[in-house]
């Protein structure tokens, strides 16, 4: 049995992304323009899983342009998308050092004993450090 094409409007509320939106990742290419039956958009079954599919790259932090790069992959069948998914693999890896070396430094900074943090032995030391690299360097040290 074939499923029934949707309009924009089925679209959205199938998928909870508001008309404007899908109408601007079609602009930009990262969702296939769809057939049009009397000039009114009608998308096939599997743009529901597409439309998915950019939400999840869109929260994994993937930009317009790297969404749009995937999707010139996906419909040229290279495998370019392998490359930008490691590539923002080790952003987030970058990041989620990042964010790991921040929160060590604020556990450190409310378990100190001392009122004022400039009282901390080894906050010279800390801020020596990072003013040489980053936030997770000075905690190495």
Do not use: N
């Amino acid at each position: 049995m074939r499923r029934e094409r949707s309009t924009i409007g089925e679209l959205a509320r199938r998928t909870g992304v508001a008309t404007s939106a899908l109408r601007y990742w079609e602009e930009l290419g990262v969702l296939p323009a769809p057939a049009r039956v009397s000039g009114r958009r009608r998308y096939e079954p599997s743009a529901v899983v597409l439309v998915g599919e950019i939400l999840v790259l869109r929260d994994a932090g993937f930009t317009r342009s790297e969404l749009k790069a995937l999707a010139v992959a996906r419909s040229s069948g290279d495998d370019g998308r392998r490359e930008l998914h490691r590539r923002k693999l080790a952003e987030l890896d970058r990041r989620i050092a990042s964010a790991q070396a921040a929160r060590t430094a604020i556990a450190h900074a409310l378990d100190r004993p001392h009122e004022d943090i400039h009282a901390c032995p080894t906050f010279g030391g800390v801020v020596a450090a990072r003013l040489a690299g980053s936030l997770a360097e000075a905690h190495a040290h």
